[in-house]
């Protein structure tokens, strides 16, 4: 890890932003070129999001599907999906392993545009580049539904982004709201202890008990190989927000307990209400509503969109030509906010940075030459 300096300026290549798994993998394919980089990472020790996930979560693909490039993730000692802990000691063996230029904590408040270069303001300094990675992902950034009266409810209200155990929720009421995977693991785990109900916006699709992530990246692959060669490709339905059958969410299923019930209309002090007027009452919800990107680092380079994205092509800014958004969701690279679908966005990423950096510094060099010549 990088030992932080006083408040200046320097200079290198690529500056990358955030130190998860988009961070880390294009981090591994730049360190395969001639460019110097920085990775500047908000978070006090390794891991990224992966650090803020609840205890009991587990991935849903095994460790060698779930590995980041070069190095393979170890099988988990569970014998089935490696946990969230084990997660955590693979980043940090990871980071450790190939000794990336880290440097943390370090927080980023915004990049901008400056004499020909890019400029990443931070709390320890800035740091100039030709090229920015932004790899902040969306964790930082939970989104909650606007809802009637949630204001005055008097329960509690937590996002999954901040949810560690089901212990809180112990004998209370408890909604969960939410139908991906993140909301069918954590109602698994609190329907053990507390009274739940679960609100989804559509019936939750369940995958066989043999579909996993493997099988996901295998058709989100295929799809964008078909996409990619103007092609059609059918194929069984299966997407990365539908509900993959882990252990406790097959025992959940035999507790009877997967049984979704359609949105509801509005808050009232003591609990929620639907169009109908039926009433339900809470003490708690949790929010299983997904994230937004977290991008309001880039506001300064005004590239981001009324919908909280940013244009790109493959993961590479339309707007800003030093800038590539790695890691954020199918549209900066399919499957790219997975562990099994960031490295390929993250070795294209890298490749273009690499080769536009050669050519931008090689017409430089020419331009120098040329205002040397006699008679300039």
Aim: some cysteine; charged content about 20%.
């Amino acid at each position: 890890m990088l030992k932080q300096r006083s408040l200046e300026e320097r200079t290198v290549d690529v500056a990358v932003i955030g130190a998860g798994q988009a961070g880390l993998a294009t981090a591994y394919f730049l360190r395969r070129t001639n460019l110097s980089f920085v990775i500047l990472d908000n978070q006090s020790e390794p891991g990224g999001a992966w650090r803020h996930g609840w205890k009991s979560l587990r991935l849903f693909s095994p460790a060698n599907w779930s590995s980041l490039p070069g190095w393979p993730m170890p099988a988990s000692s569970s014998g089935t999906y490696p946990s969230r802990d084990e997660v955590l000691d693979y980043f940090s063996r990871y980071e450790a392993r190939y000794q990336f230029p880290v440097m943390r904590p370090v927080t980023v408040h915004a990049v901008t545009r400056k004499d020909g270069y890019l400029h990443t303001a931070t709390t320890e300094g800035v740091w100039r580049s030709r090229a920015v990675v932004s790899a902040t992902g969306n964790w930082s950034n939970p989104y909650i539904p606007a809802y009637p009266g949630m204001d005055n409810f008097e329960g509690t209200q937590q996002h999954s982004a901040h949810y560690i155990d089901a212990e809180p929720y112990r004998g209370k009421n408890v909604a969960i709201v939410g139908g991906g995977n993140s909301g069918a693991q954590i109602l698994a785990e609190v329907s053990r202890v507390a009274k739940t109900l679960w609100i989804t916006p559509s019936p939750p699709v369940f995958l066989p008990d043999d579909v996993d992530g493997r099988v996901l990246f295998e058709r989100a692959t295929e799809r964008w190989l078909a996409q990619k060669e103007g092609r059609s490709v059918d194929l069984p339905v299966g997407g990365f927000g539908d509900i993959v059958m882990v252990p406790p969410v097959r025992e959940a299923r035999e507790r009877g307990v997967l049984v979704a019930k359609r949105p509801f209309a509005k808050f009232s002090s003591t609990g929620i209400e639907w169009e109908d007027g039926r009433t339900q009452q809470l003490d708690a919800v949790i929010w299983c509503t997904g994230f937004r990107p977290a991008l309001s680092h880039l506001a300064p380079l005004e590239i981001i969109a009324p919908d909280g994205r940013a244009l790109v092509t493959e993961s590479h800014s339309i707007k800003e030509p030093g800038l590539w958004l790695v890691g954020y969701g199918d549209w900066t690279g399919p499957a790219s906010a997975t562990l099994a679908g960031v490295m390929r966005a993250a070795r294209s990423a890298a490749a273009e940075i690499a080769q536009q950096l050669a050519t931008d510094i090689a017409k430089e060099a020419a331009l120098h030459t040329d205002e040397k010549a006699p008679g300039n």
